[in-house]
């Protein structure tokens, strides 16, 4: 968050250690009702961000266990009330891009006890995203398979048998396993996504 900070940009967004979140809560000196399950409370910022950052803490009753949640912003707002609006009315792209890569490339299912396993983990999983998304617009887009999210191309697509045949440092012929019932779209595909741009 700090890179983003010193470089100018706004920032609302939610933590997601909820340990931290409970701590945060313990410090909250008044609760304000926000809806009927749920209350804001501000805190001073645990770290120096450089620049102003404001923390706000949610309360919530939920199957009569109270669940905190923090929420950290730049935005000069002059309400608690009003910053949460804003943070609800965000785009749901990053959720949806998340929820995809999370079952589209396995991101639950793999986890490394170091961090720096963990962070050359993520950096692979940034890179095979960007690399889905340039597959899908460059090939599929117009396909049969332009409804797929990255789990079916995932599953369904690249995991179909064959082999990139080059002759001359040059793809000269894709052949896949015949039997899988997508092998003539996806060829096409292949080919196109192959081509010289």
């Known amino acids: 968050m700090r890179w983003l900070l010193q470089r100018g940009y706004q920032v609302v967004a939610k933590g997601m250690n909820h340990r931290r979140a409970a701590a945060l809560a313990r410090r909250v000196r008044r609760w304000d009702a926000y809806r009927s399950d749920s209350w804001l409370g501000e805190v001073s910022p645990p770290v120096d961000y450089g620049r102003p950052v404001r923390v706000l803490v949610k309360k919530q009753l939920k199957k009569g ?6 929420y950290l912003s730049t935005l000069a707002l002059p309400s608690k009330r009003l910053l949460m609006a804003r943070y ?10 998340f929820r995809n890569d999370k079952s589209g490339l396995g ?14 983990y993520i950096l692979l999983t940034d890179l095979a995203h960007n690399l889905l998304a340039d597959f899908y617009f460059r090939a599929l887009l117009g396909s049969p398979f332009e409804d797929y999210g990255p789990k079916r191309i995932v ?10 045949v080059f002759e001359n440092q040059r793809l000269a012929r894709v052949e ?4 899988k019932q997508f092998s003539k779209d996806l060829v096409e595909c292949l080919q196109t996504y192959c081509a010289d741009p």
């Open 65 to 70: 266990v109270y669940r905190h949640s923090y």
């Open 88 to 97: 609800d009315d965000r785009g749901g792209a990053e959720v949806e891009q």
């Open 107 to 120: 991101l639950e299912a793999r986890r490394k006890h170091s961090f720096l396993g963990q962070k050359g």
């Open 155 to 164: 599953r369904d697509l690249l995991a179909t048998p064959g082999r990139l």
């Open 176 to 179: 896949l396993l015949s039997l």
